[in-house]
C-alpha cells in the first residue's frame, strides 16, 4: 500500500512558504489513520497533516538536501 509521503519525501507546507522545505522523518500516528508526518523543516521538526503538505519542486529538494548535507559534516549524525 502506497502512502503519500513516506518517510524520506522531500516536501512542503501547501499553505505557506515561511516554514521552507522538509523532509519526512516518520509517519506520525496521532489520529489513528497514519495521516500525519514528522517533517524535518530548517529551523524545527513539525507534524503536519498530509491535507497541509505537497511534494517539494526540484529547488526545494536541493535546498533541504544541502541544508542537511551541511549540518551531517558538522555535526555528524542523522538529520
Not at 4 to 30: C, E, I, S
Not at 60 to 77: H, M, N, P, S
Request: net charge positive; charged share 25%; aromatic share 12%.
Amino acid at each position: 500500500m502506497d502512502i503519500p509521503f513516506p518517510p524520506g519525501a522531500y516536501v512542503a507546507h501547501t499553505g505557506t512558504d515561511v516554514y521552507g522545505p522538509g523532509k519526512v522523518l516518520d509517519v506520525d500516528d496521532l489520529g489513528g489513520a497514519g495521516d500525519w508526518r514528522r517533517v524535518r523543516f530548517v529551523h524545527f521538526v513539525a507534524s503536519v497533516h498530509v491535507r497541509d503538505l505537497r511534494a517539494a519542486r526540484t529547488a526545494e529538494a536541493a535546498e533541504i538536501q544541502f541544508w542537511l548535507d551541511t549540518k551531517r559534516k558538522q555535526y555528524g549524525g542523522r538529520w
